[in-house]
């Protein structure tokens, strides 16, 4: 499906304030998004529940853009989504097989990826009678994008696919193709961090990351930190109770990473603390476990998350591309 460019950047634009863009690079995008060379963008869907996709529809409001052929970015040539691309079955891979073959594309991969059983448990698509497993369409579109960009927890560190006891052998994108990504981490991750992500790579503007992959400029603060109910313990912490910090009763914000207080959901309108639902660690390497839900004063462990293997601290290091930056690493700075 084809949505214009003039779309893409009226959304752009509403967002701009939440996105971080200035002025100057708004001209800068304007002028990639005029280019026919520009990166197409293929977003594929593995092991997950789709919540990535529906929480970045969730960005339609009453004013333009307002449906979700407006707010996708197909304006970019976004040339493959399994949901939302008006092509299916062999029509819609060889539209696929045909950006592999140009390469300098950008991959988003949504959902994780299952490994047990030779990868059999998740089958992609079949081409020309053949069944490509999730595993093998990784690795392959991975192994020839000019960036690889994981979009919620589940692609980024396995999340809640791969949860115990996990007999499909989730994992996240970079524990199996061995390549750095970029992590928009979250179950699911806020519509405007997908934008963020996305346009700063068309920008060419280099992403510096934390030491799990993720933007420092999206997860650079703990969650607690910028809460507005922090160290507010006038009154009884729990559900229906509004204005009173959870961290007595297990809230994760404060070794959460992630900007949610600022941005918060559904266009603004609240957010899980906001609801009176503590945080849940969302957007932590290791969610869920059993101390994503726990709190050393209650007698649980509630330390720094453990190192994770999923995405290595590297910078990525794939060929120069047209429009596409480096990725560099930096160290989480826990407020």
């Keep these: 499906m084809e949505i214009s460019r003039r779309d893409f950047l009226k959304l752009v634009g509403v967002s701009a304030a939440a996105l971080g863009l200035t002025m100057a690079e708004l001209g800068d995008l304007e002028k990639v998004l005029a280019n026919p060379a520009a990166p197409t963008v293929l977003w594929l869907q593995g092991s997950g529940c789709t ?31 399994p949901n939302l691309m008006s092509a299916s079955g062999q029509q ?25 059983f030779a990868g059999n448990t998740c089958i992609a698509w079949t081409y020309n009678g053949v069944d490509v ?3 093998d369409a990784v690795k392959s579109l991975a192994a020839r994008a000019a960036k690889v960009v ?26 199996v193709t061995g390549k750095a990504t970029v992590n928009i981490a979250g179950c699911p991750p806020h519509p405007d961090w997908i934008t963020w992500a996305i346009v700063q790579l068309l920008l060419g503007n280099t992403i510096a990351v934390d030491s799990n992959g993720r933007p420092t400029t999206i997860y650079g603060r703990t969650v607690h ?17 509004d204005g009173v910090c959870m961290e007595e009763i297990g ?25 009176n639902s503590p945080c849940e660690g969302c957007t932590s390497p290791t969610f869920p476990s059993a101390s994503a839900f726990g709190n050393a004063r209650i007698g649980t462990s509630a330390g720094t998350a453990p190192a994770t293997s999923s995405t290595p601290t590297s910078s990525v290091t794939s060929a120069p591309t047209t429009n596409v930056p480096s990725v560099s690493t930096t160290r989480e700075n826990d407020d």
């Excluded at 919540?51 to 976004?78: E, H, M, Q």
């Excluded at 930190?225 to 109770?241: E, F, L, N, Y």
């Excluded at 914000?253 to 949610?260: H, I, K, L, R």
């Design 51 to 81: 919540g990535c996709s529906v929480s970045f529809l969730n960005r339609i409001s009453t004013t333009a853009p307002k449906t979700a052929g407006d707010v996708l970015l197909t304006s970019v040539n976004l040339a493959y989504h």
């Design 150 to 175: 994981c979009i919620g927890t589940c692609a980024s560190f396995g999340g809640m696919s791969a949860a115990p006891p996990n007999p499909t052998g989730v994992k996240g994108v970079s524990a």
């Design 225 to 241: 930190s910028m809460c507005p109910r922090r160290d507010s313990d006038d009154g009884t912490p729990g559900p229906g109770h």
């Design 251 to 275: 809230c994760r914000g404060p070794q959460t990473y992630g900007n949610c207080p600022s941005v918060k959901f559904n266009n603004g309108a609240s957010w899980c603390i906001d609801s």
């Design 92 to 116: 819609a891979v060889s539209a696929l097989q045909a950006v592999y073959n140009a390469g300098n594309y950008i991959l988003l991969i949504e959902g994780g990826v299952p490994t047990a």
């Design 133 to 135: 497993t999730f595993q």
